[in-house]
């Protein structure tokens, strides 16, 4: 019986909330029960429909969002729904019955160029992974059955994930034009027959949950809680883009010096961590006011 934790997250209509799972739920499926006859194929919204200020109850990937009549405000009872859906996981519930209708939502998957000519960037149409992940052997992808099978492909190098795209490093042995749309093909197949991403305590076990990435980040001083802030902020989104990620890994107060790791398409490529490191360096100087910070870009 593994223990679940749940998570309540605001969402910007007042009267749905959203109750985090730190694992899987649905096999990336996703199920909106309006009533409880409605929820007959899923136990755990039947169970929901009883408590008598629900209106609707949606549940997709590693959540459940609910939506409430006014007889209540959320504040009074959220803490209750939580632990409620806590206690049902945690004995292994079911959330949803293997009978339910589950029409096969139309995947879409589009390769994009990076500044990383060994990297590609596969764009799916639906979210994969909670948080970021990156594999880079088949030893390192067991938790992973999707990175599994990429490791298949002998072309394969280095597998990145986030959000709704997964960005592979390639060995030099082939051209891009040779295999993309094997590999996208690959990707859209896999995605479409609903098989497995990420495994259900994949998030707990390389401690991705939202719970152990914030016990990690208030364990810091605060200039590395600024560093980390400023790279959220105004670097990360920009490399994302391109199918790679800034992770923070230390800051030596007494040499200034700040080490960061470069994944997915910022990896390996010698221009981008040249151009990386440079304009980190001259923003986290700028805005920390220091003109002693250096920064160390490591590729991943």
């Known amino acids: ?14 009267t749905i909330k959203k109750f985090e799972a730190d694992r899987f739920l649905t096999n990336h499926n996703s199920f ?15 169970q929901l429909f009883y408590l008598p200020f629900v209106k609707k109850v949606y549940i997709a990937s590693n ?35 293997e009978d339910a209708i589950k029409p096969k939502a139309a995947v879409t998957v589009y390769a994009e160029s990076t500044p990383n000519p060994g990297v590609l960037k ?55 034009e040779d295999i993309t749309l094997q590999l996208r093909e690959f990707l859209k197949s896999y995605i479409e027959d609903g098989k497995t991403i990420l495994n259900d305590d994949a998030p707990k076990q390389l401690e991705k949950t939202e719970d152990a990435i914030e016990q990690k980040f208030e364990a810091l ?8 802030n400023i790279l959220e902020e105004y670097i990360k989104p920009a490399v994302e883009s391109d199918g790679g990620n800034i992770e923070f890994i230390s800051y ?49």
């Open 252 to 300: 030596d107060d007494t040499t200034k010096k700040v080490e960061v790791l470069l994944q997915g398409a910022c990896s390996g490529c010698p221009s981008s961590t040249f151009t990386l490191k440079n304009g980190i360096e001259s923003m986290l100087k700028e805005m920390l006011k220091d003109n002693t910070i250096t920064v160390n870009a490591i590729n991943g």
């Open 122 to 176: 596969f764009v799916c149409n639906k979210v994969l992974v909670p948080a970021l992940f990156e594999f880079k052997s088949i030893e390192d992808a067991k938790p992973s059955p999707l990175a599994t099978a990429l490791f298949q492909f002998p072309f394969v190098k280095n597998i990145y994930m986030e959000k709704n795209f997964i960005s592979i490093t390639k060995f030099d042995i082939v051209e891009w």
């Open 1 to 14: 019986m593994a223990q679940t934790k749940i998570s309540i997250v605001n969402t910007s209509n007042d």
């Open 63 to 97: 959540f459940i969002a609910i939506e409430r009549y006014n007889i209540v405000e959320w504040k009074d009872v959220e803490q209750e729904v939580a632990q409620q859906i806590e206690d049902y996981l945690s004995k292994d519930g079911i959330v949803v019955s």
């Open 32 to 46: 909106e029960f309006n009533n409880i006859d409605d929820a007959k194929d899923s136990p755990l919204a039947q």
């Open 221 to 228: 001083d605060d200039t590395s809680k600024n560093i980390i």
